[in-house]
């Protein structure tokens, strides 16, 4: 075993206390901690004269102790202790709690270098708890550009300092180089040793980024090409299924109630080719809300199913299991496929009966939730396999819904549109439709951003379009309340709009606490339409559709990211009527301004999802982690966008001389793959 993935606890420092605290920042090897990367840094290495200290900084400063110590007891348990300093500029404090040892270690007539937090009061000058160095040619503490560390409780910034100093100080040199040789030359990069130690501790601020895009560079190089290998492999796949051309197909295209578009036709004709085709489908058809994703994944069901094969749609919900259900069943059943749903509200007397009849072949297509990945699970002959709305799954999940057959075709969808070259991150194992064009005749959904303070207004419009005959959403972040944000909860607010506003009309409740029966029944009450104003939680994010409802009001609208206001906002829009979005914004920020103008002016998701990525950041909208994907530590999007390109140029030119990476040149990058894919249970390599 390599020493770098072996136990933490080796580092000197590392006692077994602060092995549970590492474990807490998920640091468990030697390797962990080297790639541990500091989230800000502290510059101390501008000294700045008394005079010059300014209220609340942390700031560094030559001194000579001028004063014997002062140590007051504020109260018991409570230890204040002051030492006047100066320098050619003035007098001020330096100020410890609890920290008697200091007035045995400080002489007067000492200079040393002190680095605290600055406190003004009138025209005294106090240093609060200062670090300091005696010894002014140290360069340890003060004079340098420290690292800042996420901690946990417990584990101090010193401490994970020191840890990391003794951590590359005898183990730096086991880490390997793994960017190919050729390739870091041709593009003038550091070496990995030297980026880890210079992102750890900068000495300056050209090295760092230097540092960081190499690292960043190496991130995203081992990311892009094990995700590419991936679908290389499954490319290379043996025994692939290879589907017939059907003309029923045509006939049932012709027989259905609307016309395609051409964005679905030419997506339609992208998966067809890789059905017919002896290479393993793996596509992704992303697709703004209301584009029409589900009708292809019926075509592909039925070509399917006409060739012969099982297909199997899995869905992040019931409820949205249960809708395509409905929906696939009534436009299959004339045509001798047979539809069953498999989800956990169903008695285990029909569930039984349904394993039996997936397993007998006797059941053509079946539709549920993660249910459909159990183990008893089995297929007479599995062809096809769908997961809707993609982002809820990861990659794993994927695998095992498609081991369910023998190398069966696989097809993804997702309502989240993500621009093309991020789209790779997440989806770099698969091949990307795009469907880029809304079913004609759909309205465009009329959204604006109001304040609290116009509640009532927003009501009565409500009230107005329910006694017209239509219906509305009303969506709140949490179910119950909470004590550290000040955000109206579902349940409050339903039982508020219940017996006030709206006691005059129906009031539904939905979210995710729920039992599924209830759910189900409630969300059906509101599809019947006996429900007029259903208050839930984002549980009715995905896929629920509903034509006569036209008004989303969404409470504390600034708590949501962009993709998802967009993703509730779709969930109107999709009947005959003109539709309404009102974000009801609390927030006086910029930022929060800036984001509900960006709704109010545009429909377009994918530029939503951009704006969203550059306003925010990645957060909750690209984590990686959830998809099964090893985890980014340094690089970070949009930001390092530039790099990611370079990156997947890279990665496209080492495969098609290589495409397994047998190369010597290549063994580095082979290895560091391998390592990385294999630690969250993704084997590339046999």
Sequence with gaps: MNKLDTSVQYIKGVGPKKVNLLKKLEIETIRDLIYYFPKGYEDRRELKKITELNEGEKSS?????????????????????????????GMAYLVWFNQDYVTKDLKIGETIKVNGKVKKSGNIIEIHSPIYVKNIQSNDKIGRVLPVYPLTEKLKNNEMIKFMTNALNEYLYLVEESIPEYISERLKLFTIRDSLRNVHFPKNRELYIKSRSTLAFEELLTL?????????????????????????IYEFIESLPFDLTNAQKRTFKEISDDMESDKQMNRLVQGDVGSGKTILAVLSMFKACKSGYQAVMMAPTEILARQHYDSIQGLLENYNIKCELLISNISNKNKKDIIEKVKSGDIDILIGTHALIEDYVEFKNLGLAITDEQHRFGVKQRAKLSSKGR?????????????????????????????????????????????????????????????????????????EESDSLDIQSAVELYENLKNNEFRDIKVGLLHGKMKGKEKDYIMNEFKLGEIDVLVSTTVIEVGVNVPNSNIMIIENAERFGLAQLHQLRGRVGRGEYQSYCILINKSNSRVSKERMSIMEKTNDGFLISEKDLEIRGPGEFFGIRQHGIPELKIARLPGDIKILKMAQEICFEILKE????????????????????????????N
């Excluded at 090409?225 to 003309?247: A, H, P, T, V």
């Excluded at 495409?659 to 580095?668: A, D, G, H, R």
């Design 407 to 479: 190398n069966p075709d696989i097809l993804v969808m997702t309502a989240t549109p993500i621009p093309r070259t991020l789209a790779l991150i997440m989806y770099g194992d698969l091949d990307i439709s795009i469907i880029d064009e809304l079913p004609p005749g759909r309205k465009k959904i009329k959204t604006y951003v109001r304040n609290e303070s116009s509640k009532d207004k927003v009501y009565e419009f409500v009230r107005k379009q329910v006694l017209e005959g239509r219906q509305a959403y009303i969506v709140c972040p949490l179910v």
């Design 224 to 248: 892009q090409l094990g995700l590419l290998l991936m679908r290389n492999d499954y490319d290379k796949s043996k025994e692939c299924i290879k589907f017939e051309e059907s003309k029923e």
């Design 61 to 89: 400063i030559k001194v000579v102790i001028s004063g014997l110590p002062s140590i007051y007891r504020a109260r018991r348990g409570l230890t204040i202790i002051k030492i006047q300093v100066k320098d050619e500029s």
């Design 658 to 685: 290589d495409p397994k990476l047998e190369l010597e040149k290549n063994k580095s990058i082979r290895n560091k793959i391998s390592r990385i894919f294999n630690k969250e249970g993704l084997i590339i390599f």
